[in-house]
């Protein structure tokens, strides 16, 4: 049972449709075969056009052949994938959520156009070119650099942690331009000078890969940067926007780690008894569905937020610290749970355990996200002093 508290009854009949729908997908082509992706570090090519036929890339993107779903729906879909694996919810995420969101929100109607419909039939796959070797947490800071050269961009510089771009057939690079302010340009694939290495040694999320980028001289028409992006504070507004369902797929690793535990629970025995019936295992499990039903509430209300436009970065830092704190404990408690049984994959609670340290980091650590909520509560930014 995991929901506690009838939340159900608070979605519309195309909300629970498409959650049942992603999570029957998962049950029937994900759960099944992940664990040997994620044990070689491989990534299930193989699965992405069974994925193009849920129709679900580009999510609250009206138009262009995207869904146009609620953010209700949104962040059901991203919880799904999480529920079923954080690998997939990656490469999802990165390319729905980051990259399509990013050319929805920034792009021109030709950019729009040319696009957002291959990529919402992921005929051509996306990838969000933030993070470099020398500036996680303080992304604003970045180095790459770009000069304008007549009708071209000349892009220089270096990112890391880059989900797809060794895949992608276009790369939001963002790049600060010769008066220093930030902008996002379309790389796409074959651009010369353009090199993305997939990263290895691995400790979460084997099953996508991430990609060290070197750019040497890249050059791309002075079509293919997004007008919208006049700064860092067009680039922030994005990862604001899809930051409220990184908040959903902490819920999804903490809901697929407690139903796995639970079921586990209910099977194993010791001492003549399943282990369900003691206590210590009792108090776990009632913990952790207490912090899932929390978890949901706020994720259905910062939903609501989003819907009708009074979504701040601070309320969306707040659930993405919140949920991925606690999903990092329903994850361990799981595996605990589980006991020596936790580690193998074959009972899924390791993987997870794994990705979660994954979830926890991205898109702004715990201690960035506390910053990005106080500086709403306080006035003052400590961010950068």
Known sequence: MTDF????????????????????????????????YWERAEFPFELVPKIATLQMAGGTIEGYGCPGMSATAAGLVSMEWARADGSMGTFYGVHSNLAMQSIAMLGSDEQKARWLPPMADLDAIGAFALTEPEHGSDAVHLETSVRREQDEFVINGRKRWIGNASIADVVIVWARDEDGHVGGYLVEKGTLG??????????????????????????????????????????????????????????????????????????????????????????????????????????????????????????????????????????????????GNGILLENHVARQHADMEAIFTFEGTDSIQALIVAREITGHNAITT
């Open 5 to 36: 508290y009838l939340l159900d009854e608070k979605l519309t009949d195309d909300e629970r449709g498409i959650r049942d729908r992603l999570r029957a997908f998962c049950a029937a082509e994900i759960t099944p075969v992940i664990n040997g």
């Open 194 to 339: 353009f090199d993305a290495t997939v990263m290895t040694g691995k400790t979460a999320l084997r099953a996508v890969w991430q990609a060290d980028i070197t750019m040497t001289d890249v050059r791309v028409p002075a079509h293919n940067k997004l007008p919208g992006c006049r700064n860092f504070r067009d680039v922030a507004g994005v990862l604001s926007r899809t930051r409220y369902t990184v908040a959903w797929r902490a819920l999804g690793m903490a809901l697929g780690a407690y139903e796995a535990a639970l079921a586990y629970a209910k099977e194993r025995e010791q001492f003549g008894k399943p282990i369900a019936s003691y206590q210590l295992v009792q108090d776990k499990l009632s913990r952790m569905l207490a912090e899932i039903t929390a978890m949901q509430l706020l994720c259905l209300r910062l939903s609501e937020l989003v819907e009708d436009g009074r979504l701040t970065a601070g309320m969306a830092s707040m659930a993405k610290m919140n949920h991925a704190a606690k999903a990092r404990e329903i994850v361990g408690m799981a595996r605990d749970i589980l006991g």
